[in-house]
């Protein structure tokens, strides 16, 4: 029963050891955890201020755009007029007018293909479909004498609503 | 009284022995239980502690990660930032423009800076707005190049977003036309 006592006695005084050495390192740990804590709010502002900068630089403005409008634009569409602007009313919207000639045998169907494959290749980057928004054939068009139809001439006129990803867009 | 236990001792020893026996081991057996309680608490003040200190570690490592972090955007930004003079945009960045829009036969582009805006949550940045003029001639009429241009212009000054595109009348030339592009640069002050 003595050994047993000792063997106890033994064992507290080996757990109050660990409790003291266990308590000086929770003492050390406070006082970092007491530093981190201190800048954690400076670090996840200035993580904030850098997520801002680095996405207001990298997101695209109208170029990926207009690249999709020349990559789309065959040879029978001559494009006359741009519009492109950010909606003030709508922050993040923006809206591409485009307007032109379209000459071929069918300048209707050229004009459909072309809003088409302009809404196919920008894809996500549109808001709403491509509208056709003004079509007209000219005077020295379809009906005009002695012209063929293969020299076809329509006005065309194209809005296109795209999302914009540029704060700096929206504050302008 | 001692002389009582004396008196028991000589008359009856056994009795007194297993007596003393019983009380000794009796003492022990409640010193034994009061230290296995004591113990009990002990290992609960351990736990206790321990948790808090692996609460505050895995804490301190949270905001080591986020030190790290800031750490790389900064290097990263740095890294960016390298890519242009320190000196005022003013002087740099319009000939990079004129020399841009020059490859696709705009001869007389002209830039101005229209407004510089100053952002309260982007401390030491500036936000320029340049407007950019582009007369449209026969040769630049044709307005597949200027898409292609503007298209290009992002790819070529990583530091410049276009904003908008219009043609509008030249108001240097009444029977002409200009492209007029607005051009965003964040900068550092």
Same mark, same amino acid.
């Given at each position: 029963m003595g050994i047993w006592l000792w063997q106890a006695q033994a064992q507290d005084a080996a757990l109050r050891a660990q409790l003291c050495a266990l308590q000086a390192r929770s003492a050390s740990v406070s006082a970092q955890l007491q530093e981190a804590t201190e800048a954690r709010p400076r670090l996840l502002a200035l993580l904030s201020r850098q997520k801002r900068i680095t996405r207001e630089r990298t997101a695209p403005g109208w170029a990926p755009v207009l690249r999709s409008v020349i990559a789309v634009a065959g040879g029978d569409i001559q494009v006359e007029d741009i519009q492109a602007r950010g909606k003030p009313q709508e922050p993040g919207v923006g809206e591409l007018r485009i307007s032109g000639v379209v000459v071929g045998e069918s300048p209707r169907g050229t004009a459909d293909r072309f809003r088409a494959d302009l809404e196919a290749k920008l894809g996500k980057a549109l808001v709403a479909n491509a509208l056709l928004a003004d079509f007209a054939p000219r005077?020295? @068009?379809?009906?005009?004498?002695?012209? @063929?139809a293969a020299s076809r001439k329509a006005a065309f006129t194209i809005v296109v609503p795209v999302g914009l990803n540029d704060p700096a867009a929206h504050g302008h | 009284m001692a002389i009582k236990i004396a008196d028991m001792l000589s008359k009856q020893p056994l009795t007194f022995i297993v007596t003393g026996l019983f009380l000794a081991a009796w003492v022990l057996c409640g010193r034994s239980l009061a230290l296995q309680e004591h113990q009990g608490q002990l290992r609960a003040q351990i736990a206790r502690v321990n948790d808090s200190v692996e609460q505050a570690l895995a804490t301190i490592a949270s905001i080591q990660k986020l030190e790290q972090e800031a750490d790389f955007g900064r290097s990263e930004i740095k890294r960016w930032e390298?890519?242009?003079?320190?000196?005022?945009?003013?002087?740099?960045l319009p000939p990079r423009i004129k020399e841009h829009f020059s490859h696709y036969g705009f001869a007389a582009p002209v830039t101005r800076l229209d407004k510089v805006q100053e952002d309260p949550e982007l401390l030491h940045y500036q936000r320029y707005y340049w407007r950019i003029r582009l007369p449209l001639d026969e040769r630049t009429a044709d307005l597949r190049n200027l898409l292609s241009a503007v298209g290009e212009f992002e790819e070529v000054e990583r530091v410049a977003k276009v904003i908008d595109v219009a043609i509008q009348p030249d108001p240097l030339n009444p029977s002409g036309r200009a492209a007029v592009i607005t051009v965003a640069t964040l900068l550092r002050n």
């Open positions: 005077d020295d @068009g379809p009906n005009a004498p002695g012209k @063929g | 390298s890519g242009f003079p320190a000196t005022d945009p003013l002087v740099w």
